[in-house]
């Protein structure tokens, strides 16, 4: 009876020696439905857990290097190609702001992974207050002018007085995101459209845009750090894929949901709920 219950025991601190060495791929093996069975599942799962974390640590870790790579790539090769000294001042300019411009694109990576970072450190919004939706939606449009009129998109609004109780910074992040995105992949006189009401115990605030769409298959993945739909034709309208991570984990400490869809005759609608306040 010792046996059966010391050997079990002996396989499962052999099994966790091995974790602690950095091994998450193992399962342990058992048929026993009593107290050590429970213990095996337990660990197995633990086991399972511990090694999709590390899975997912090498991605970020490989993804960022190479987002950070390609940029730093183009700008040795082109200071290089500065060295010249017969050169004309246009190509000079030119190479000049391509420099320029990656410069910029390694800066915004490095301030939305800070940003990332610190969101998955707080639990809670940062600091919550209670404001109005609907005005906060209509700065961000604002804001966002030059983006939206250099391309001729015309913007409806549809914005019902709703008042919540959030962390302002954080979710005037999450709309210049999400606005920034359907301006970025909605062509030269496109339509947006931005709405909020308040659906039951939500505030709810959709962005419909008639742009390029989704497909079906990657409208969850596109909130996953790094993913980008089609890397060459987003590389081209500079991004990093970090944008809608940050909105996805604004909008969890929020307690609140975010879900893309099609908009029926193409282009995508981000949908955001948020609970309203309870009395
Ligand atoms: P990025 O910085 O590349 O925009 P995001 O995380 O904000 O990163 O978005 C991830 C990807 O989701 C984008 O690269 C794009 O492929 C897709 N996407 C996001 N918003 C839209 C939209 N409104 N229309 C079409 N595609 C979109």
């Given at each position: 009876a010792a046996r059966s219950i010391v050997k079990p025991l002996l396989r499962l601190r052999d099994a966790a020696g091995q974790m602690a060495q950095g091994h998450f791929d193992m399962q342990l093996r058992t048929n026993r439905k009593d107290e050590i069975g429970q213990l095996n599942t337990s660990f197995n799962e633990m086991a399972q857990e511990l090694a999709k974390l590390d899975r997912m640590r090498r991605e970020f870790v490989a993804n960022v290097s190479h987002e950070i790579q390609s940029p730093l790539t183009s700008i040795s090769g082109f200071a290089k190609a500065l060295k010249q000294k017969r050169m004309s001042e246009e190509s000079r300019m030119h190479y000049l702001t391509i420099i320029e411009e990656e410069s910029e694109r390694l800066s915004r990576i490095s301030q939305n992974l800070l940003r990332l970072s610190s969101l998955q450190h707080d639990r809670h919004p940062a600091q919550p207050a209670a404001f109005r939706l609907d005005e906060q939606l209509r700065k961000v449009v604002i804001a966002l002018e030059p983006q939206w009129s250099g391309k001729e998109i015309a913007v409806e609004l549809d914005l019902e007085p709703v008042t919540v109780h959030a962390d302002e910074d954080q979710l005037s992040q999450v709309w210049t995101n999400l606005l920034g995105n359907s301006i970025k992949f909605t062509p030269v006189h496109g339509r947006i459209c931005i709405r909020v009401y308040a659906g039951g115990r939500s505030a709810v605030v959709r962005i419909t845009d008639n742009g390029i769409g989704i497909p079906e298959d990657q409208r969850t993945d596109i909130?996953?750090?790094?993913?980008?739909?089609?890397k060459a034709r987003d590389r081209a309208v500079s991004g990093n894929g970090l944008g809608l991570s940050i909105v996805k984990l604004i909008v969890e400490l929020h307690e609140g949901e975010i879900r893309a869809d099609e908009e029926p005759g193409g282009g995508s609608v981000f949908t955001v709920k948020l609970p309203l306040r309870k009395g």
């Open positions: 909130f996953k750090p790094f993913h980008k739909v089609d």
